[in-house]
């Protein structure tokens, strides 16, 4: 049976193991050694060329995962974005970036392309035509992200990678959010998929790491300069991630679920302002995220009525985490401009949308009714200490 025709949950069991062929194991073995023979072999094996044996076997999976021809994994993601983005740009050329996205990638942009001569135009909206407004003669590369981080707007795939491929441009995607579970951007004509392997893909907050997905001739582009840059990881972190792999379909599953009961909870909630998830039918690009997603993930974000504290409200939490990173099995919450936003300027913040009030919600697999009792409890804390310093 070709792995193309596997279902998505035998795809991240079985796709990208290691046989054990001396004990007959039922997982895949680790290879921990940084040294491998060199002649008489048919792959010269070395770390840093992203080609040990756990390291090229987990790819294996990334790439059938985003239907893809080659994957490969790095030390994080940020180290996956960085590598792609060197390996296609240079100086002189130019590249258009989305608007709305991760924060450290934006920073990453702003204060590394400079020293490389390498132009860049932030778009000022996130509609196709954001995008070919903002292209220049010397532009070499688009990059978005949809669902974008933290305000989960929605960017029409197969329109910007149809506008890229008429004037030979390369297109790059953050699909981090989404994961390959909700939506494979190659289908719709996306060049290059990159992921944070440490949200999602991992899945438990237990491990940092990076991935990129596509043909094998961009792959080979990117291998280039990746084996320069060294942003390879131990074999330890890569046996952790093709474990945790191997449940990615059912974790993804019930946090889409959940998170849809949670946003439509918040929507209703008197003490919340606004609240931003692709799968509210108030979402501004709801038919275009059904479009291109099969689910709608386990990510939103919303704002609390004025005079309730963002800070306070994560404070008085207490079944859901107020912590760092996102997509864990357990559902935490931040806020964008104390951390993923952190190293934008308040102007900068201000324009896109991300305000101080904003919390960025990362839906687990708990109980429904746990995580609203834990929301509810912390809202009528904060309003009562309000109304206490007010008496």
């Known amino acids: 049976m070709s792995k193309s025709k596997y279902g998505l949950n035998t795809i991240c069991t079985h796709v990208g193991e290691i046989k054990d062929e001396q004990f007959k194991g039922a997982v895949s073995p680790i290879y ?16 840093r060329y992203f080609n040990t044996p756990n390291q090229e076997f987990l790819s294996k999976k990334i790439a059938a995962l985003e239907h893809a021809e080659s994957g490969m994994i790095f030390g994080s993601g940020m180290a996956a974005i960085s590598t792609v983005f060197l390996a296609f ?27 490389y001569g390498i132009e860049f135009t932030f778009t000022d909206g996130y509609e196709v035509s954001d995008f070919e407004a903002a292209i220049q003669p010397n532009t070499k590369l688009i990059h978005i ?19 890229a491929k008429s004037k030979n441009i390369v297109t790059t995607i953050d699909n981090t959010f989404a994961s390959p579970v909700n939506q494979t951007p190659i289908d719709f004509g996306i060049d290059i998929v990159i992921h944070s392997a440490t949200k999602y893909l991992g899945g438990h907050s237990d491990i940092l790491a990076g991935a990129v997905a596509c043909n094998s001739v961009h792959m080979n582009t990117i291998f280039n300069v990746a084996k320069n840059l060294g942003g390879s990881l131990s074999d330890m972190t890569v046996w952790m991630l093709e474990r945790s792999m191997k449940t990615l379909a059912l974790r993804v599953k019930a946090q889409n679920k959940n998170a849809k009961k949670l946003a439509q909870f918040l929507s209703n909630h008197n003490d919340v302002k606004q609240v931003y998830y692709p799968g509210l039918k108030s979402h501004p690009q709801y038919n275009l995220a059904k479009s ?32 760092m990173s996102l997509a864990g099995v357990e559902s935490t919450m931040l806020s964008p ?39 509810e409890q912390a809202i009528e804390a904060v309003k009562s200490s309000k109304l206490q310093v007010q008496n």
Not at 32 to 47: A, L
Not at 103 to 112: D, L, M
Not at 338 to 348: D, I
Request: proline content about 3%.
């Open 32 to 47: 921990m050694s940084t040294s491998y023979q060199f002649d008489e072999v048919d792959v010269k094996r070395y770390p």
């Open 89 to 115: 740009l240079k100086q002189g050329d130019h590249v258009v970036v989305q608007n709305t996205l991760y924060g450290g990638t934006s920073n990453f942009i702003r204060e590394e392309f400079p020293k």
């Open 292 to 323: 291109q997603m099969k689910g709608f993930g386990g990510m939103l974000s919303f704002e609390l009525v004025d005079g309730l504290d963002a800070m306070a409200f994560q404070k008085a939490l207490k079944l859901i985490k107020s912590s």
């Open 337 to 375: 401009h104390k951390t993923s936003h952190a190293l934008m300027t308040q102007e900068e913040r201000d324009k896109i949308g991300v305000s101080d009030n904003l919390i960025r919600f990362s839906v687990g697999i708990e109980s429904k009714k746990d995580l609203i009792a834990d929301i």
């Open 145 to 163: 992200e949809t669902p974008s981080n933290p305000l989960l707007t929605i960017t029409d795939i197969k329109g910007v990678a149809d506008l």
